[in-house]
């Protein structure tokens, strides 16, 4: 059983950015931050098997791809990465890369490496605040410049890079070229409301993503069976013990997190691992007439969202994007 508030740990990154507000006082200090990864604090306990972090650009990040799961172990590694972006803010045309204009072969996609014109085969898309984006292991990606961006994924150090735009870091185009599926990006996400609280954004077999919507004033219960991140985007109010404010983390795994949203709300996204939403989430507590004691109400996912998908069709710094 676990509640804990998370540690965060700043690393900076070229293409970050050195004024991370509102959401953190880190890189004031004239050092552009890149990543903020959530962790946990305390010593001892095993690493979690997803990563959470905030990540914050200033420059385009290198198009790059994952191996999925059993081509990262056929190279030793111990799983995949599959991810799934939110964004919190975005500049006016700001952009994202998924997938390819067309499928290429692995002889077409070495030659677009080797010769930089993969620049100009990655599908390009405009980025909105609150658009969620589901990166499977395998898709060839990039995230362009003036985002911030909240990240779940599968903890694994695994990024090869096929273009760095003249960073002079490393490609590993071996790697890229066994990891990729060179093709199109025919899946979008569908958001899908379960209850007036909970959104579902992302489901796929190694984690789901939700955003949840708690009014002001009211009492909530998270169950948190599986290993399960809870970040504040906006409002605050209770989690746990902790009191909490937006970019705020709490990891929980074999527990429940009593919730208390304050007066302004709490809205916030829940990951965790697992297939599918679980229909019990969360769970309204109510205080009775003349008692300081509280009952729980659920707000059960109906059976016909049970199974519902929102897709279609140790802990070491890993690559840098």
């Known amino acids: 059983m676990a509640i804990e508030r998370a540690h965060v740990r700043a690393l900076p990154r070229p293409w970050g950015v050195v004024d991370l507000t509102p959401w953190s006082s880190a890189g004031?200090?004239?050092?552009?931050?890149?990543?903020?990864?959530?962790?946990?604090?305390?010593?001892?306990?095993?690493?979690?098997?997803?990563?959470?972090?905030?990540?914050?650009?200033?420059?385009?990040?290198?198009?790059?791809v994952h191996p999925d799961d059993a081509i990262a172990r056929s190279m030793g590694l111990p799983n995949g990465k599959t991810e799934a972006w939110y964004v919190l803010s975005a500049a006016p045309g700001a952009k994202i890369a998924l997938g390819l204009r067309h499928r290429l072969?692995?002889?077409?996609?070495?030659?677009?490496?080797?010769?930089?014109?993969?620049?100009?085969?990655?599908?390009?898309?405009?980025?909105?605040?609150?658009?969620?984006?589901?990166?499977?292991?395998?898709?060839?990606?990039?995230?362009?410049?003036?985002?911030?961006?909240?990240?779940?994924?599968?903890?694994?150090?695994?990024?090869?890079?096929?273009?760095?735009?003249?960073?002079?870091?490393?490609?590993?185009?071996?790697?890229?070229?066994?990891?990729?599926?060179?093709?199109?990006?025919?899946?979008?996400?569908?958001?899908?409301?379960?209850?007036?609280?909970?959104?579902l954004l992302v489901s796929n077999s190694h984690f789901v993503l939700e955003r949840i919507d708690l009014a002001p004033d009211t009492h909530w219960c998270l169950e948190a069976k599986r290993e399960t991140w809870l970040l504040v985007l906006s409002g605050g109010g209770l989690a746990g013990s902790f009191d909490v404010a937006p970019a705020d983390a709490v990891f929980a795994q074999s527990d429940r997190i009593d919730i208390h949203a304050g007066t302004s709300g709490m809205a916030g996204l829940?990951?965790?691992?697992?297939?599918?939403?679980?229909?019990?989430?969360l769970r309204r507590r109510l205080a009775q007439p003349g008692s300081t004691h509280a009952t729980r109400r659920s707000t059960r996912v109906p059976s016909s969202l049970a199974g519902a998908t929102a897709v279609s069709t140790g802990s070491r710094p890993e690559t840098p994007k």
């Open 270 to 281: 829940v990951a965790y691992t697992g297939i599918g939403p679980v229909p019990h989430l």
């Open 28 to 64: 004031h200090d004239g050092v552009p931050i890149g990543e903020l990864w959530y962790e946990r604090p305390a010593m001892g306990p095993p690493d979690s098997s997803l990563l959470l972090k905030l990540l914050f650009t200033s420059e385009a990040l290198s198009i790059q």
């Open 105 to 199: 072969t692995q002889q077409q996609l070495r030659a677009a490496v080797e010769d930089g014109s993969i620049a100009d085969l990655v599908v390009w898309k405009t980025a909105v605040p609150d658009d969620a984006i589901f990166v499977p292991a395998g898709t060839i990606h990039a995230i362009g410049a003036g985002l911030v961006i909240a990240e779940i994924q599968q903890r694994s150090d695994a990024t090869f890079r096929l273009f760095d735009h003249g960073r002079q870091r490393e490609l590993h185009i071996e790697s890229a070229i066994a990891a990729a599926k060179a093709e199109p990006a025919h899946f979008h996400v569908r958001p899908n409301r379960l209850t007036d609280q909970r959104t």
